[in-house]
Nanobody
Framework: QVQLVESGGGLVQPGGSLRLSCAASGSISSINTMQWYRQSPGKQRALVAI???????NYIDSVKGRFTISRDSAKNSWYLQMNSLKPEDTAVYYC?????????WGQGTQVTVSS
């Protein structure tokens, strides 16, 4: 069983930065994919960024150049660095790990971008 624990959300002014963390515990396949989603009030959860263990990384257009996924393999942790934040980035952010054909979800962390 894999568990994901997220941290790092908060309130930030427009133009600011936050780094979200997703720490995994349990048995994780060497072949895996980390996905970051977000859900704004009244909207469906939407994929924001994806990073595979094979080195493929992709982002939705609205965050390209501002968001970056990274991984610390030694800590079994992934990070979403978010720069130049905009009010429209406000949402609950979720990490999701696909490992051995199973999907695991973090508990979500609130990101609020407001002056």
């Amino acid at each position: 069983q894999v568990q994901l624990v997220e941290s790092g959300g908060g309130l930030v002014q427009p133009g600011g930065s936050l780094r979200l963390s997703c720490a995994a515990s349990g048995s994780i396949s060497s072949i895996n994919t980390m996905q970051w989603y977000r859900q704004s009030p009244g909207k469906q959860r939407a994929l924001v960024a994806i990073s595979s263990s094979t080195g493929i990384t992709n982002y939705i257009d609205s965050v390209k150049g501002r968001f970056t996924i990274s991984r610390d393999s030694a800590k079994n942790s992934w990070y979403l660095q978010m720069n130049s934040l905009k009010p429209e980035d406000t949402a609950v952010y979720y990490c999701s790990l696909v490992s051995d054909s199973q999907s695991y979800w973090g508990q979500g962390t609130q990101v609020t971008v407001s002056s």
